[in-house]
């Protein structure tokens, strides 16, 4: 029998809205892997280049039309909305390249592949060790929100972002097992009590980057006192038994159910406008705080991008003793730094 073949969409593309739609509904596209928040995200952006530019023919692309469109779109210094769709175009001229063999698409690929954008100026902000202090002990005694408090002990010990801490809510059809399910959304990828062992070691594959990454608990004072917390025990008189055994560890205290990320963004901001926190500076900013407490500390720079798992790190970093060790060098300087300047303070 002979396998009948797919035709291949190439010859309906010919405006760019005909290749975003095609990226879209094609099943071999890129686009179906995305995550679901990211897909949502793209789509957004899509939608808008479809309206905006959707009837534009590729033909008719150049160089100069995508420098004027990134112009326009910085407009008001929007600086980071421009990447985002000159970022979109990079993708669906690449897929058109590759998966459609379509001409035009290839000339585009490689006209975006030699220009630079003009990028807009890093973020400064970062969440201090004294913030953090801050936010958990209002999170905890004036709004009476232990989980928020405990969250953000664990994003800033461990250097997690939010998603690794509180996971996401995605539609039951999206990939992905999960026990927790609530009126067609299951819960996904966040931290969970059967992910610490008995000696404190905290084991969990991160969301962005996939990589498995362990934490030793029992060095991280800010995650040790918020637990303590909840079982009205001394930090020195803590054990691992009395936890649970399994399910999501940052739980809402309003519902009883992890949390969605807009109501712990809302929340948190609440609590950080409380402690008088910039409004510049975000739960996001945990990340940047942590890292630079370590490399102020003199943690070697390596070593702290092992602990933060950051892209240049071999992929080989998830199997590697070396890099447990690492991490754990982090820790122990960042703790070692944090008492210093609390001594120095005559705290």
């Not at 698409?105 to 954008?117: A, G, P, Q, T, Y």
């Not at 201090?128 to 801050?134: A, I, N, P, R």
């Not at 997690?160 to 539609?171: L, M, N, S, T, Y």
């Not at 097992?177 to 609530?182: A, F, G, P, Q």
Request: aromatic share 8%; glycine share 6%; hydrophobic share 35%.
């Amino acid at each position: 029998m002979i396998e009948e073949k797919t035709e291949v969409p190439n010859s309906k593309v010919t405006t760019l809205g005909d290749l975003i739609k095609t990226y879209q509904t094609d099943r071999i596209s890129t686009y179906h892997a995305l995550r679901y928040h990211t897909r949502q995200n793209a789509a957004s952006i899509l939608k808008r280049i479809v309206a905006a530019k959707g009837h534009v023919e590729l033909s008719a692309i150049k160089r100069r039309d995508l420098a004027e469109w990134y112009m326009d779109w910085s407009a008001g210094g929007k600086v980071s909305m421009a990447h985002a769709f000159i970022a979109q175009l990079r993708t669906i001229s690449g897929y058109g390249a590759s998966m459609l063999e379509n001409d035009e698409c290839e000339r585009i690929s490689s006209v975006l592949h030699r220009m630079k954008f003009a990028h807009g100026p890093p973020r400064t902000e970062r969440l201090t060790s004294d913030q953090v202090v801050m936010i958990r002990t209002a999170a905890r005694d004036h709004f009476g929100w232990y989980s928020l408090a405990l969250a953000q002990a664990f994003q800033f010990e461990c250097i997690f972002r939010q998603k690794d801490i509180c996971g996401e809510w995605v539609p039951e059809s999206e990939p992905g097992e999960s026990d927790v399910h609530v009126a067609g959304q299951k819960w996904l990828r966040g931290i969970r009590w059967e992910e610490i062992d008995d000696k404190w070691i905290l084991t969990h594959k991160t969301s962005k980057r996939q990589k498995d990454i362990q934490w030793n608990l029992a060095a991280a004072p800010m995650v040790q006192e918020e637990l303590a917390v909840l079982v009205e025990l001394p930090v020195d008189q803590l054990s691992r038994h009395l936890f649970p055994t399994s399910g999501p560890i940052i739980i809402n205290d309003v519902n009883g159910l992890p949390w969605t990320a807009n109501e712990f963004r809302r929340k948190w901001r609440k609590v950080a406008n409380h402690c008088k926190i910039p409004k510049g500076v975000r739960n996001m900013d945990t990340r940047a705080g942590a890292i630079t407490e370590a490399t102020e500390g003199g943690a070697d720079l390596e070593h702290v991008k092992h602990a933060a798992t950051h892209s240049d790190i071999a992929q080989t970093q998830r199997y590697s003793r070396g890099a447990t060790e690492k991490i754990a060098s982090v820790q122990k300087t960042r703790i070692e730094f944090r008492n210093r300047k609390k001594f120095l303070h005559g705290e």
